[in-house]
């Protein structure tokens, strides 16, 4: 079993910037994880994922202005988002599975994943 525990959520005007993490209680060797978002009345979607070999991958939507990294030694899953717009109003899910994201980019289907944050809003104003 793995938990993950998340914060950093928040409200701020377009143009700023939110950092999330991601605490996970434990990791597999090889591992897919990532961050999903979902908006009122919107399908999940990937935003972005990072395989065990530390490749990176984003959704158009977020390329240039969101980056995953990770802290090995912490377990803890990051996602810094610059320059926000008002469209990534959503909450925000971490999203974790002992196998790789390959060959799906950003992320795999989130039906594929087993362990899941409690998720945290972030709510951009215009």
């Known amino acids: 079993q793995v938990q993950l525990v998340e914060s950093g959520g928040g409200s701020v005007q377009a143009g700023g910037s939110l950092r999330l993490s991601c605490a996970a209680s434990?990791?597999?060797?090889?591992?897919?994880m990532g961050w999903f978002r979902q908006a009122p009345g919107k399908e999940r979607e990937g935003v972005a994922g990072?395989?065990?070999?530390?490749?990176?991958m984003y959704a158009d939507s977020v390329k240039g202005r969101f980056t995953i990294s990770q802290d090995n030694a912490k377990n803890t899953l990051y996602l810094q988002m610059n320059t926000l717009k008002p469209e990534d109003t959503a909450m925000y899910y971490c999203?974790?599975?002992?196998?790789?994201?390959?060959?799906?980019?950003?992320?795999?289907?989130?039906?594929?994943?087993?362990?899941w944050g409690q998720g945290t809003q972030v709510t951009v104003s215009s």
């Open positions: 999203a974790a599975r002992g196998v790789s994201c390959y060959p799906f980019s950003p992320l795999p289907p989130s039906g594929s994943f087993r362990y």
């Open positions: 434990r990791r597999y060797n090889n591992y897919c």
């Open positions: 990072i395989n065990s070999d530390g490749n990176t």
